[in-house]
Every structure is written in structure tokens, then in C-alpha cells.
């Protein structure tokens, strides 16, 4: 949907009353689906089936820049969980993490996650046809980690830092404490309250070998800001999000 410039002058406005923010909009997009709503329906010769772990419980795949399907079309994967999705993400809450078999028809539980939130469930994907990465909460160390799940031989490899995108061998990463603290929508909640002092020079995106389990800093967030330096945002709290990969790599 396009807003006008009068419609985004009213958000904005809201923007400091976000429960009647929320209850205007949705009133408003109703009123608009009614007046505008098209009088025909589409008919599709494809069969339509819900794909999830328990009639009652909510499932979900992640964010749009992933699919959720294997390469060769065999496996889906999703999120699984009965916790109400409208509250912010609890401590205590695991999401099961699903593997739907396409030829079979079967759903099995392969793993669970305490690092995760709604918007992008726990960054699972395909690593490969056979291959899933996820990121995780491990309590020992507590710390956020992400894993290598295959399919076919149900082993699991831990890698020592969360991933947020991943290619082939090699991933990237970031802070997801700093993630938490300023932009919640995407952070993750299992780890106890920190007091963490971040430092510029050794925040920013991170490379991750997926082979070796090594990692090293390989953008700071103190050479992003040099590289596009605006004096105005010398007060600013700093942060990187939505790191994407090419599909070549």
C-alpha cells in the first residue's frame, strides 16, 4: 500500500501514541479493504494444505529474504510454537523447529531455540540441500551459538557464534546484544541482563567460518561511520542490521 504525504504526516504523529497508532491503522486499513475491495475471486487448480506441527499451535518460517523450502524441493522448515505471538518474547519460551517432508507428508521435530523473535523467527535456513542452520541459547556459557542440523543423518554441529546470513562454507554475523538493546524487534531475550560496554572499533559485521568455526571482525562499525561521516550523528547510537549476501556469494 502507497501512503500519501498527509497519511505518513498523521503517522508520524502517532508515532508517540503507538496503542491508538495501532488500533487508527487497523480501523483505517479495513475502511480502505471495504471501499476498495474488488468484486471477483480467484479460482486455483492447486490443492491448498496447512502445513504445521499441532492444529493449535502457530507456525511460521522467518523474514521475506528466505525461503523456506530445500534447494530440490524435498523439505520445508518452520517455526513451531504454542506461546502467544501478539506478547514480546520471553526468557523461558522455546520454539520447536520443524522439518516437513514433502514426498512423505510427514512433520518431525528436529530441534528447539531460546534465541529467536517473531519478526525473523531463529535466522533458519538452508545451508544446503541437506543442511539447516539455526541459531540457539546455551545456557553453560550463556551465550548465543548457531547449529548445523542435516537431515539425513540427524548429526548436529555447533558453531561458537549466531549467524545471520550464511553462504556455502561461510556466514556472517553481528552483535545481537547490541541488536537487543536498540533494535528489539530483531534481538533475542535468553541471555541474562548484561551491562555490556560496546566499543565501535570492535562491534560491526563479522565473518564466520563455517568449516573451521572461526571467526574474526571483518567490518568495524567505526570504519562504516568514517567511510560516510555525518557530524550530526556524532551523538547517535550505532548499529548494523539486515545483512544480506548476494545469491553468487
Known amino acids: ?17 503507538p496503542g491508538l497508532k495501532q488500533k487508527i ?16 475471486q480467484f479460482i486455483s487448480p492447486n490443492k491448498i494444505i496447512r502445513i504445521t506441527n499441532n492444529q493449535k499451535d502457530s507456525s511460521f518460517f522467518g523474514y521475506y529474504d528466505k525461503s523456506p523450502m530445500s ?61 539447516i542452520i539455526y541459531n540457539d541459547y546455551t545456557v ?26 550464511v553462504y556455502n562454507d561461510y556466514g556472517l554475523s553481528l552483535n545481537f546484544d ?8 530483531y534481538g533475542y531475550f535468553a541471555k541474562k541482563p548484561h551491562n555490556t560496554s560496546f566499543q565501535l572499533q570492535n562491534e560491526g559485521v563479522i565473518y564466520v567460518d563455517l568449516k573451521t568455526n572461526k571467526a574474526h571482525l571483518l567490518l568495524s562499525l567505526e570504519g562504516i561511520i568514517k567511510s560516510h561521516y555525518r557530524s550530526d550523528m556524532d551523538d547517535a547510537n550505532h548499529l548494523v542490521n539486515h545483512i544480506m549476501i548476494s545469491p553468487c556469494g
Request: proline share 3%; hydrophobic share 30%; net charge positive.
Open 1 to 17: 500500500m502507497r501512503y500519501s504525504p498527509k497519511e505518513r504526516l498523521i503517522a508520524h504523529f502517532l508515532s508517540s501514541f
Open 25 to 40: 491503522k487497523y480501523a483505517y486499513q479495513q475502511l480502505n479493504y471495504w471501499r476498495f475491495k474488488k468484486d471477483y
Open 71 to 131: 534447494k530440490d524441493g524435498q523439505y520445508i522448515i518452520f517455526h513451531s510454537t504454542t506461546a502467544n505471538t501478539r506478547n514480546k518474547p520471553e526468557k523461558t519460551v522455546e520454539l520447536d523447529l520443524m522439518l516437513y517432508n514433502m514426498s512423505t507428508q510427514q512433520t518431525q521435530k528436529f530441534a528447539t531455540t531460546k534465541a529467536f523473535n517473531w519478526q525473523q523467527g531463529s535466522k533458519l535456513q538452508w545451508l544446503s540441500d541437506n543442511e
Open 178 to 185: 547490541r541488536l537487543t538493546d536498540l533494535r528489539p524487534d
Open 140 to 165: 553453560k556459557s550463556d551465550s548465543y551459538v548457531s547449529r548445523i542440523f542435516h537431515c539425513e543423518t540427524k548429526k548436529l554441529k555447533t558453531i561458537d557464534v549466531p549467524i545471520y546470513d
